[in-house]
């Protein structure tokens, strides 16, 4: 499914509790009042995670995020019409001044794959780890994103212990062309590395522990750039359920 990706940071002066009532409480309910052609939103609020390898003294690159933002849309023609709307042009976009550091942001548009579905009612204590990686230097995006499976399996076997419990995982390779490309935009965001792959990996809080190993054996295909890819723990907010009506 066609997905716009947004990974968020809070603007100057809010403290990252604020951050996330914020967009959560009014933000949020600015999109389920009029929902226009939106399919699903999803925010995922980050409590945790690691940015770059820490080799470079200077960190040239690297910013924390507060939230990671998905917004589903069933087709091209749905997404263009809710970007276009007056009701997302006057009210849902000029908000975003009133809590992201917009020349931050990251956003791009996606095709979600869905490789292990991850659970309906996730429990109180499932995480949703999220692993934003770009490509290493002298990789193509589309040689990362094929290369990305065999990555993972060896991930898997290098964490044992993580690989039972993973609950879900999908995929979403970025889309660099097309007006969906330039609807990202909207979001705003600086000259930053592009991203190569989003991977999303639901399991319970007490297998965070064995994460790191798959994620140094991923990032050890030579696929991934370092200092550039990070990792978020976050916990999954729904804020508009996927439409029937649609």
Same mark, same amino acid.
């Not at 200077?58 to 007056?86: I, K």
């Not at 097309?178 to 990996?201: E, T």
């Given at each position: 499914?066609?997905?716009?990706?947004?990974?968020?940071?809070?603007?100057?002066?809010?403290?990252?509790?604020?951050?996330?009532?914020?967009?959560?409480?009014?933000?949020?309910?600015?999109?389920?009042?009029?929902?226009?052609?939106?399919?699903?939103?999803?925010?995922?609020?980050?409590?945790?995670?690691?940015?770059?390898?820490?080799?470079?003294?200077?960190?040239?690159?690297?910013?924390?995020?507060?939230?990671?933002?998905?917004?589903?849309?069933?087709?091209?023609?749905?997404?263009?019409?809710?970007?276009? !709307?007056?009701?997302?042009?006057?009210?849902?976009?000029? @908000?975003?001044?009133?809590? *992201?550091? +917009?020349?931050?942001?990251? &956003?791009?548009?996606?095709?979600?794959?869905?490789?292990?579905?991850?659970?309906?009612?996730?429990?109180?204590?499932?995480?949703?780890?999220m692993m934003l990686l770009t490509c290493a230097e002298g990789v193509v995006a589309a040689e990362a994103q094929a290369g990305w499976q065999a990555a993972h399996e060896a991930g898997l076997a290098a964490a044992p212990a993580f690989a039972t419990?993973?609950?879900?995982?999908?995929?979403?390779?970025?889309?660099?062309?097309?007006?969906? !490309?330039?609807?990202?935009?909207?979001?705003?965001?600086? @000259?930053?590395?592009?991203? *190569?792959? +989003?991977?999303?990996?639901? &399991?319970?809080?007490?297998?965070?522990?064995?994460?790191?190993?798959?994620?140094?054996?991923?990032?050890?295909?030579?696929?991934?750039?370092?200092?550039?890819?990070?990792?978020?723990?976050?916990?999954?907010v729904e804020i508009l359920a996927p439409r029937m009506d649609q």
């Amino acid at each position: 499914m066609l997905k716009i990706v947004a990974a968020v940071r809070r603007k100057p002066g809010m403290t990252h509790t604020e951050y996330l009532a914020y967009i959560e409480q009014v933000h949020g309910k600015l999109a389920t009042d009029n929902p226009l052609q939106l399919h699903r939103y999803v925010q995922n609020h980050a409590f945790d995670g690691a940015y770059g390898s820490g080799d470079r003294p200077d960190h040239v690159g690297v910013f924390h995020r507060d939230s990671v933002t998905e917004l589903y849309f069933t087709s091209p023609q749905a997404m263009a019409e809710t970007f276009s !709307a007056e009701y997302n042009r006057t009210v849902i976009a000029p @908000d975003g001044a009133h809590f *992201a550091e +917009l020349p931050t942001n990251q &956003a791009l548009l996606t095709i979600e794959t869905v490789l292990v579905p991850p659970p309906a009612a996730p429990a109180a204590n499932m995480v949703k780890i999220m692993m934003l990686l770009t490509c290493a230097e002298g990789v193509v995006a589309a040689e990362a994103q094929a290369g990305w499976q065999a990555a993972h399996e060896a991930g898997l076997a290098a964490a044992p212990a993580f690989a039972t419990a993973i609950c879900g995982l999908t995929r979403s390779d970025p889309q660099d062309s097309g007006p969906g !490309a330039a609807m990202a935009a909207h979001f705003g965001g600086g @000259d930053q590395p592009p991203l *190569a792959l +989003l991977v999303s990996i639901w &399991a319970p809080e007490d297998a965070l522990a064995n994460f790191r190993r798959y994620e140094r054996s991923v990032l050890a295909s030579g696929l991934f750039h370092r200092d550039y890819s990070y990792f978020l723990f976050t916990r999954e907010v729904e804020i508009l359920a996927p439409r029937m009506d649609q």
